[in-house]
């Protein structure tokens, strides 16, 4: 039985589109594609999924005019907004992904794990989301190069490797997700599917 909510994914020509789809019809989510300001008519939640290089993102973002749209959403504070790895780290102001400014709206610098490091595979997330379930039973999928340092100020979730980082993010209407919830299972599905409104 498909739910009453309607799901936007951004198509900003990178990203597991894919991924997400499948997994929003799993959940039973109507969901449809998102281009242009036209597109939003009816969504209450849009996602903007993570896989690809951060200044080919932004690109393609400024090339959209995307950039223009997610800000308007942002500040409106009337959709929910959920960004996906680098869908989280696109809302900061400056990636050291090939020194890359991003969208600037929330404050902070993406950092370049240590001597080349990648964190790939699960781990666990300090979070009181899903609160019915215990912090050691959290273990999300990971896949990511970069991260966002943690702060106290926004930070809900944190995550320890060989840094400690922020790995769930809120600022306002957004939530932002290091790890991959689409391929984290039962787990990853309940999480997204509390997220969505």
Known sequence: MMKKNLVGVLDYGTGNLSSILNCLQLLGYSSKIIKKEIDLDGVSTIILPGVGAMNFAMQNIKKNNLDVLIHKIFLKNKIRIIGICLGMQLFYEFSEEGNTPCLGLIEGKVKKFPKNYCHVGWNKVQTKLLGDIEDQHKNFYFNHSFYVPYKKNHSMGITSNIKKFSSIVKKGSFFGLQ???????????KLLNELIV
């Open 179 to 189: 790890f991959h919830p689409e391929k984290s299972q039962l787990i990853g599905r």
